[in-house]
RNA sequence: GCCGCUGUGGUGAAACUGGCAGACGCGUCGGACUCAAAAUCCGAUGGUAGCGAUACCGUGUCGGUUCGAGUCCGACCAGCGGCACCA
């Protein structure tokens, strides 16, 4: 068959008969399947746009032909980094880069033969999208859930420029190799951390990977302890946060994050030049000295003593940068017998280690981190140490000195980018009125296109006068815009809701449409998003939630990762290690639907692995002998008497059952993305019919036909163009995917014999072949006639027998 | 370092809630068709021993639970992914 000829009548009849498009009519029978939009790059799609996209669409058109009216958008995400990096280099306008691109990749993306409602098409970079982008910054900063503060951005003094983590390389800028310093700018956050519970509660209920969810609640860091007062000899107080107050009683010394504002005011004058020095080198100490493990522990005594609230105990005070200022309280209580770090630190600095746990019936070596019961603790030895916790805490909450806390590793989002090629920020900030969001009915904030990307220290934005001068929409005097553009994930993070209703122009969407079109109900692409796409996306569902805008809570209700296919080293593919697979040779050799289809049988979906081509003629064998059987059907005579061949016979209901096997099988492997098994299953069933074909007796005809018209809609989702045009081959005037999903006779798959396998003592011994619904007086009379097992048995009684019916017989001697 | 996932023939991979390990392919070997090749079709194919029926071994390693373990439990090894001093 002339794949390309085919792919190209079949994608042309699709497109005028508008078989992708979403009809709102039937919306009560949605089924919203979605798929990470794409970057737009200027190399062609490659192999895992294709995995990702290829199979995931076999899985929309399985769906829509099980009756769902399916909605499958595709679209761009298209501000970012790269396009600008670009430009740097070229002098090419991110614009006219990522249209080219844009443009491209909706032709390669079409060839595919996708079901994508290009109708919906979203593309983040145009106006009309990004001025809604703005409208969610407003109404999170209405609502309390954006504001600034300082925050440190990786910094080159030679570039004189802001890099982003993924520029600097071993602390040094990745164009000039200058080391790369941290400097505090004022940014804006979205405000994550107040809905860090629910986002943490919420993955409970989510249809997701369970490893997914592992890394969002370890992202998100739940820990439930306890803040607790010191006061200083000063007199002045502070708090620290602790999970473990069952260990109060034998902290040997506090330690305050460099950062932490008691440490200039306590540091006593003796100890103030050493102190100042270590806040200098710590302050020095990039990223990743700060970040290793490994790394010595450091700190100095600031010359002031803190008082236990327990027990009233002075303990010195220290200054360490292994105590982060921006988690808890940024104080720590010192435990050396109960914690790894603050061993360490009390073994370097001669620090008292006393034991406060005492193990249950293990190694309790010290540092000793477990559960057990508390010892050296006055009033509380003997208690497990959870009950003490609580009574030490309980006790210090009546003195006024405690209080319980939950804290969360999860940081608020910062959202403010030193780039150009983004969603300029709507807000102006006006010397009398200060930070003033952009009316809503001036919104989009422009992004000017006449700039310029010399990399000269200030980002394109801030050096454009007409941009960033304005007036201030409240007072109308002179004011300026933010020069810094929104994070891409801010984009990312709310366009699943415009897609079903992408032209809209008086709002982001429609709160009726969006509340019956979603939750998406398959949500298909990379793991490398667990932590941050998905869970912006979370957040942002809720917050609009808040609002009134929408009507449910989580925005995916079911996620599949798709694996990732590796070089054929084994390495992930590369330009640098010369590794990348195109997909284009195998398009162009074996057709679109073939390389599908290899994708799908040759991979487990979720694991993906190396890229092997191997198998990928055994796909055009398999598709040449579909080819070749439907001609011969359609040279047979047509049956007039088609009615009164009731199928009887061995081989015809060997036929029926193993086009029911294959129906029930494809049907639940296509509905859990393990394509690989339902495509083998399709294979079973073609060499079911072969089988059939080549017997010597009479053939039925119409039950023949019927069986390979069921092989080819089963088929259909897979290998779409080429079932399409088998499927016209076969007489029918009417897409493939008009039709109905064939369904299960389960009369069909229930047998009158099956094999069992016998086993003696548990050994395997012999197969027999008994009735299928046997019962166990029926076994013990086989078991008896068959001379192999009486042999084996050899007058020995039966002790028991197990039977697994129509599986196995295990006969204990 | 902590958390998690994975480990099955020469090879890609299957195995639903513990029940015939290796489905379906690739490769290899043998055969048919052919002057020959390609294509196609048929058969064999986990290992070892044996002419053979058959026997023993076999899902990273070691142990445990069970009539029965690739699957459950414990310890370890290797590869991959996430986190990175979160008190």
Same mark, same amino acid.
Request: aromatic share 12%; glycine share 6%.
């Given at each position: ?129 990004? @001025?809604? &982008? ?7 900063? =209405? *609502?309390? %859930?954006?504001?600034?503060?300082? /925050? ?112 200039? @005011?306590? &540091? ?7 102190? =100042? *020095?270590? %806040?200098?080198?710590?302050?020095? /100490? ?528």
């Amino acid at each position: 068959m002339d794949m390309k000829k085919i792919e190209k009548k079949w994608q042309a009849i699709w497109e005028k008969e508008k078989i992708a498009n979403f009809n709102p009519k039937n919306i009560d029978k949605k089924y919203y399947c979605l798929e990470m939009f794409s970057y737009p790059s200027a190399a062609k799609l490659h192999l895992g746009h294709w995995y990702n996209y290829g199979p995931t669409d076999s899985f929309v058109r399985y769906k829509k032909m099980k009756g769902y009216e399916t909605f499958q958008p595709m679209g761009f995400d298209a501000f970012g980094l790269p396009a600008e990096n670009y430009a740097i280099k070229t002098g090419i306008h991110p614009k006219d880069s990522t249209e080219k691109n844009i443009a491209n990749m909706e032709q390669t993306l079409r060839e595919m033969g996708a079901l994508f409602d290009w109708n919906a098409e979203v593309k983040t970079c145009n106006e009309d999208y990004y @001025k809604w &982008t703005q409208w969610l910054f407003l109404k999170l900063y =209405e *609502k309390g %859930l954006a504001y600034r503060k300082e /925050a440190p951005v990786n910094w080159c003094p030679s570039c004189k420029t802001v890099l982003a983590n993924e520029q600097v390389v071993n602390g040094e800028c990745e164009r000039c190799g200058a080391t790369v310093v941290k400097k505090d700018l004022t940014q804006w956050f979205f405000k994550i951390t107040d809905y860090a519970e629910e986002l943490l509660q919420g993955l409970k209920d989510l249809d997701w990977p369970e490893k997914t969810k592992l890394m969002q609640k370890n992202w998100i860091g739940k820990s439930i302890g306890a803040e607790i007062e010191f006061t200083c000899e000063s007199g002045d107080k502070f708090k620290v946060f602790t999970t473990r107050a069952d260990t109060l009683f034998v902290v040997s010394f506090i330690v305050f994050a460099p950062e932490h504002p008691l440490v200039k @005011k306590l &540091t006593s004058d003796g100890q103030r030049e050493e102190v =100042e *020095k270590y %806040l200098y080198e710590a302050s020095k /100490a990039n990223e990743i000295e700060r970040l290793s493990t490994t790394r010595e522990k450091t700190g100095v005594y600031i010359g002031h003593n803190a008082i236990n609230p327990i027990n009233g105990k002075a303990v010195p005070i220290y200054v360490a940068d292994y105590v982060l200022y921006s988690y808890g309280t940024g104080a720590v209580m010192g435990v050396p017998s109960g914690d790894e770090r603050d061993f360490e630190f009390a073994t370097k600095y001669n620090l008292p280690i006393v034991r406060v746990t005492k193990g249950i019936n293990c190694n309790d070596d010290l540092p000793f981190h477990e559960e057990g019961i508390i010892v050296n603790s006055k009033g509380f030895d003997g208690m497990t140490t959870q009950e003490g916790r609580k009574a030490i805490v309980n006790k210090l909450i009546q003195e006024g000195k405690a209080e319980y806390k939950i804290n969360y590793r999860l940081r608020d989002w910062l959202v403010s980018r030193q780039r150009y090629w983004g969603a300029p920020i709507p807000v102006v900030y006006c010397e009398k009125c200060g930070i003033v969001p952009v009316p809503y009915s001036e919104l989009p904030v422009r992004l000017p296109y006449d700039v310029e990307f010399t990399p000269d220290g200030e980002s394109p934005l801030a050096k454009h006068k007409g941009f960033m001068e304005t007036k201030c929409p409240v007072c109308g005097g002179p004011a300026h815009r933010d020069p810094d553009t929104l994070d891409t994930f801010v984009c990312s993070s709310w366009y699943y809701l415009r897609y079903p209703d992408a032209h809209n122009a008086k709002e982001p969407f429609n709160p009726d449409i969006i509340n019956k079109m979603l939750p998406v109900d398959k949500y298909v692409g990379g793991a490398e998003h667990a932590c941050m796409h998905l869970l912006y996306a979370r957040f942002i569902t809720k917050a609009l939630r808040d609002m009134g805008y929408l009507n449910f809570d989580e925005p995916f209700k079911s996620l599949v990762h798709q694996g990732v296919i590796l070089g054929p080293d084994g390495l992930r593919m590369s330009k640098s290690k010369g590794n990348i697979v195109a997909p284009d040779p195998y398009v162009e050799e074996y057709g679109a639907d073939v390389l599908r289809l290899y994708l799908m049988f040759g991979f487990s979906y979720t694991e993906g692995g190396p890229w092997n081509d191997d198998g990928i003629k055994a796909i055009t064998k398999f598709l040449d002998r579909i080819e070749r059987l439907a001609a011969k059907i359609n040279s047979l005579p047509v049956d007039k008497n088609a009615d009164k061949h009731a199928p009887n016979g061995k081989e015809e209901k060997a036929l029926l059952y193993a086009v029911n096997y294959a129906i029930k099988c494809v049907d639940r492997d296509m509905d859990s993305f393990s394509f690989n098994t339902a495509v083998a299953r399709l294979m079973e069933l073609l060499n079911a019919i072969y089988k059939y074909d080549g017997a010597e007796t009479e053939k039925n005809i119409p039950l023949f036909k019927d069986c390979f018209k069921k092989l080819v809609l089963l088929l259909a989702p897979c290998a779409p163009h080429f079932a399409e045009e088998i499927w016209e081959g076969l007489g029918n005037k009417t897409s493939v995917f008009y039709s109905k999903y064939p369904e299960c006779d389960e009369s069909a798959l229930t047998l009158d014999e099956v094999e069992v396998a016998v086993q003696i003592n548990s050994k395997m011994r012999t197969k027999l072949v008994v009735p299928s619904e046997i019962d166990e007086q029926g076994i013990r009379e086989i078991i008896e006639k068959d001379e192999k097992l009486a042999a084996e048995i050899n007058g020995r009684e039966i002790k028991k027998l197990i039977i697994v019916p129509k599986r196995l017989i295990n006969i204990i001697l």
